[in-house]
Protein backbone atom coordinates (compact mmCIF):
# COMPACT_ATOMS: atom_id res chain seq x y z
CA UNK A 1 0.00 0.00 0.00
CA UNK A 2 1.65 3.77 -1.04
CA UNK A 3 2.26 6.22 1.77
CA UNK A 4 -0.10 9.35 0.94
CA UNK A 5 2.38 12.52 2.12
CA UNK A 6 1.55 15.30 3.69
CA UNK A 7 0.94 18.76 1.62
CA UNK A 8 2.52 21.68 2.75
CA UNK A 9 2.52 25.15 1.03
CA UNK A 10 5.01 27.57 0.64
CA UNK A 11 4.59 31.09 0.49
CA UNK A 12 7.50 33.02 0.67
CA UNK A 13 8.80 31.83 4.04
CA UNK A 14 6.50 30.63 5.39
CA UNK A 15 4.85 26.98 5.47
CA UNK A 16 1.29 26.07 6.08
CA UNK A 17 -0.22 22.93 6.44
CA UNK A 18 -2.87 21.56 4.84
CA UNK A 19 -5.94 22.99 5.83
CA UNK A 20 -7.74 19.71 4.18
CA UNK A 21 -5.93 16.25 3.48
CA UNK A 22 -8.32 14.21 2.82
CA UNK A 23 -10.04 17.02 0.15
CA UNK A 24 -8.52 17.61 -3.66
CA UNK A 25 -5.98 19.92 -3.83
CA UNK A 26 -8.39 23.05 -5.18
CA UNK A 27 -10.36 22.42 -2.12
CA UNK A 28 -7.69 23.02 0.14
CA UNK A 29 -6.71 26.13 -1.83
CA UNK A 30 -9.74 27.34 -2.03
CA UNK A 31 -9.93 27.11 1.84
CA UNK A 32 -6.66 28.87 2.22
CA UNK A 33 -7.50 31.59 -0.08
CA UNK A 34 -9.71 33.09 2.83
CA UNK A 35 -6.61 33.88 5.11
CA UNK A 36 -4.40 34.09 2.13
CA UNK A 37 -5.94 36.24 -0.59
CA UNK A 38 -2.90 35.58 -2.93
CA UNK A 39 -3.97 31.78 -3.63
CA UNK A 40 -7.31 33.51 -5.44
CA UNK A 41 -5.00 34.99 -8.16
CA UNK A 42 -2.66 31.70 -8.18
CA UNK A 43 -2.97 28.13 -10.29
CA UNK A 44 -1.35 24.87 -8.05
CA UNK A 45 -1.54 21.81 -10.21
CA UNK A 46 -0.74 18.39 -8.35
CA UNK A 47 2.11 18.15 -10.62
CA UNK A 48 3.75 21.61 -9.38
CA UNK A 49 4.62 19.57 -5.80
CA UNK A 50 7.82 18.69 -5.10
CA UNK A 51 8.65 15.81 -2.73
CA UNK A 52 11.12 17.31 0.35
CA UNK A 53 11.69 15.53 3.45
CA UNK A 54 8.69 13.16 3.33
CA UNK A 55 5.73 16.34 2.55
CA UNK A 56 4.61 17.41 -0.64
CA UNK A 57 5.57 20.70 -1.06
CA UNK A 58 3.64 23.39 -3.22
CA UNK A 59 5.46 26.70 -3.74
CA UNK A 60 3.77 29.35 -4.46
CA UNK A 61 5.78 32.20 -6.07
CA UNK A 62 4.90 35.50 -4.28
CA UNK A 63 6.04 38.74 -7.20
CA UNK A 64 8.07 41.42 -6.22
CA UNK A 65 6.23 44.75 -4.84
CA UNK A 66 5.88 47.05 -7.22
CA UNK A 67 7.29 50.52 -6.37
CA UNK A 68 6.62 53.72 -8.30
CA UNK A 69 9.80 55.83 -9.91
Given at each position: MAKKLKRVFKVGAAKLNDPCPGKPLNEAVRILSKNY??????????????VENGNIVYTMRVPPAKTNG
Open positions: PAFRSYRLYEEDGV
